[in-house]
């Protein structure tokens, strides 16, 4: 179980790490990654698109890279 979360975290920092140009593009590519990572760790994937959109979003507004 350790690896496998290990994996769904990297897998979704990398998914994040493409913001998209606007704030549309943000929140399909976090909720992407937020569903993704939820598939992996046998998670609530509602609750990981939402986590997700919301997280890529808060990211990508204050980090200034996209």
């Known amino acids: 179980m350790q690896r496998k979360a290990t994996v769904a975290a990297f897998a979704g920092l990398l998914a994040l790490s493409a913001c998209g140009e ?32 919301g997280v890529n979003l808060l990211v990508c507004s204050q980090s200034g890279s996209c």
């Open 22 to 53: 606007t704030v549309g593009e943000q929140a399909i590519i976090g909720a992407a990654a937020g569903v993704g990572t939820a598939l992996l760790i046998d998670g609530n994937i509602g609750a990981g698109a939402l986590l997700g959109a």
